[in-house]
């Protein structure tokens, strides 16, 4: 009984993961309409600036719970690589 639970919860570990960026990702949205908002009257690199931190934060906590519930890391596709700091 025991065993199989073990099993049956091991078989379910991309659920967490799931949860936590799907639950994120309304917030990331959020963040950035208000911040696309008030920085319309605001120069275009301010706009730039923070939008490619909240999309490097966001890329960052996938990377993290991806890297960590399939136990592969993924060390070629560095963030700050790129020359805008983004991949597009």
């Known amino acids: ?6 099993l049956h ?13 799907l639950g994120t990702a309304p917030t ?3 963040a950035w309409g208000v911040w696309r908002l008030l920085s319309a009257f ?3 690199r301010f706009y730039q600036a923070l939008d ?10 996938v990377l993290f719970f991806f890297e960590n519930y ?3 890391q993924l060390t070629g596709l560095l963030l700050t ?3 805008s700091g983004r991949m597009r």
Request: charge should be positive; proline fraction near 7%.
């Open 42 to 44: 605001l120069p275009a």
């Open 1 to 6: 009984m025991l065993l199989s639970l073990v």
């Open 28 to 30: 990331y949205v959020l």
């Open 70 to 72: 399939t136990g592969v």
């Open 81 to 83: 690589s790129w020359p």
């Open 9 to 21: 919860t091991y078989s379910m570990r991309y659920l967490l993961p799931s949860v936590v960026l």
């Open 52 to 61: 490619d931190r909240l999309y490097c934060v966001y890329q960052s906590m």
